[in-house]
């Protein structure tokens, strides 16, 4: 069985900061790509940020320059700092992450974290 679980959400006023933190445990053997995605009320869930065993990292437009996702892979955890927050960067936020557990390869996903910024 594998395990994703996301950390670091809660509140934040408006210009402000939050690190949420993904660890991935359990039966996977081999981890991939990991990313953030993200669903506001009334919305459907979007990407946030991917990042690749290399490194390689990739945000929605919308996003770059606030947000820089990073990664350990040693300890199979990403990470997503964010910065300079709005009202509009409310959300659930989601954390997947692409790998093989020796059954089967998919993307495992967290159970989500509550991110509130307020005005």
């Known amino acids: 069985q594998v395990h994703v679980v996301e950390s670091g959400g809660g509140l934040v006023q408006a210009g402000g900061s939050l690190r949420l933190s993904c660890a991935a445990s359990?039966?996977?053997?081999?981890?991939?790509?990991m990313g953030w995605y993200r669903q506001a009320p009334g919305k459907r869930r979007e990407s946030v940020a991917r990042i690749s065993t290399a490194g390689s990292t990739t945000y929605a437009d919308s996003l770059k320059g606030r947000f820089t996702i990073s990664r350990d892979s040693a300890k199979n955890t990403v990470y997503l700092q964010m910065n300079s927050l709005k009202p509009e960067d409310t959300a659930v936020y989601y954390c997947?992450?692409?790998?093989?557990?020796?059954?089967?390869?998919?993307?495992?996903w967290g159970q989500g974290i509550q991110v509130t910024v307020s005005s």
């Open positions: 997947s992450v692409d790998g093989w557990s020796g059954i089967m390869y998919k993307t495992y």
């Open positions: 359990g039966s996977i053997f081999r981890i991939d790509d």
